[in-house]
């Protein structure tokens, strides 16, 4: 069975450009989380979707936005890029209430 | 969600036992404790999670004594593959995951 693959690997923007990160998730899960990791600041949980909806949510500014499609795909959109937005993006995935499985991650860069 | 403390880094040889302690004096009846990996550019992999007692699988162990405020995480006779960061989480089993600081793990040769 494939992982959980993100898309793309790497990405270098700009502060103001806003960007768009795609997760497909393992066949068969339906829960999809998004999780923000720098430095810093740690792993910290941006928000999770389950059958398209939004049922978790982290505390991160309106900025950060997701969506969840039929097919269980996810995408993450940062909108006004700043430079703290450079991190890790990881997107896990589950059966719902039991071990999340991790992507390898999107590297975001923002000069 | 109960927060978690653990040590920051610890060092081992390969073939030895390591013990990773974690604190979490406010879990809540509801609360699971789940230990997660990670490697450097990679995103965290479950080892294991448990409630009470003791569970073991391939990799590691997991002592929870009675009062729960307190958990073990046990990787027998590691080696140089199992230096990564180890992540001890608490909380209900749901997909909203609160990972604390980790613990550094680094095994010699």
């Known amino acids: 069975k494939a992982g959980v693959t993100q898309t793309p690997r790497y990405l270098i923007k700009t502060r103001g450009q806003q960007v768009t990160l795609s997760c497909s998730p393992i066949?068969?899960?339906?829960?999809v989380s998004w999780y923000q990791q720098t430095p810093g600041q740690g792993l910290q949980f941006l928000f999770e979707y389950f059958s398209e909806t939004q049922r978790n949510k982290g505390n991160f500014p309106g900025r950060f936005s997701g969506r969840q499609f039929s097919n269980s795909r996810s995408e993450m959109n940062v909108s006004t890029l700043e430079l703290g937005d450079s991190a890790l993006y990881l997107c896990a995935s589950s059966l719902t209430g039991s071990e999340q499985f991790f992507g390898p991650g999107t590297r975001l860069t923002v000069l | 969600l109960a927060k978690t403390t653990q040590p920051i880094s610890m060092d081992s040889y390969e073939g030895q036992e390591v013990n990773i302690t974690c604190s979490h004096n406010?879990?809540?009846?509801?609360?699971?404790i789940t230990w997660y990996q990670q490697f450097p550019s990679q995103g965290p992999r479950f080892i294991i999670q448990?409630?009470?007692t003791k569970v073991t699988n391939e990799v590691a162990s997991l002592f929870i004594p009675a009062d729960r405020k307190s958990s073990t995480l046990s990787l027998p006779r590691v080696s140089l593959s199992d230096t990564a960061v180890y992540y001890c989480l608490v909380g209900p089993n749901t997909d909203k995951l609160i990972f604390g600081t980790g613990t550094r793990l680094q095994v010699f040769p």
């Open positions: 406010n879990i809540a009846t509801n609360d699971y």
């Open positions: 066949s068969g899960h339906r829960s």
């Open positions: 448990g409630y009470k």
